[in-house]
C-alpha cells in the first residue's frame, strides 16, 4: 500500500511539472528574445521528430523580426520582416501568430507556436 501511494506521488510530481514546462516563460519584453537565431528544426510534439529547417530569425530589442529563408524551389533567399509584441507573456505577430517562450539557455531557445515547437540555435 505503501509503496503505491510513493508511485501515485513520483507520478503526479512528474506530470505538475511537465504541465508547468509546457505552458512555458513568461516574456517580459522584445529584448528576452533578442539575437539573431537559426531556426534549426521544428517538430509537432516537444519530444517528437524533428524536421531539420534553416531560416534565420532576427528578434531586434526593438520589437522587430526579420525572418530570412531559402525558397526551395528558385533557390532565393527571402526576409519577411515585421513588428512583433509582447502580450500576456508571449510574442504576437501582426497576423496573430502567437509563440510562448519553453526554454531559453545562452545560446538555444525553443518556441511553442501555431505548428508546433521551433528549436533555435544562437547564431
Known sequence: MRRRSTINIIIASGLA???TYAQGIAIQGPADVAGDWVLESTAIYLTGER????????????????RT????????????????????????????DTFTLIDKKPDTMTLKGPFGYYFFKKE
Open 51 to 66: 524536421d531539420p529547417e534553416g531560416s534565420k530569425w532576427v528578434f531586434g530589442a526593438d520589437g522587430n523580426l526579420a
Open 17 to 19: 511539472a511537465s504541465m
Open 69 to 96: 529563408s531559402l525558397y526551395k524551389f528558385s533557390e532565393s533567399e527571402g526576409t519577411i520582416e515585421e513588428k512583433f509584441e509582447v502580450k500576456d507573456g508571449k510574442i504576437v505577430t501582426p497576423n496573430g
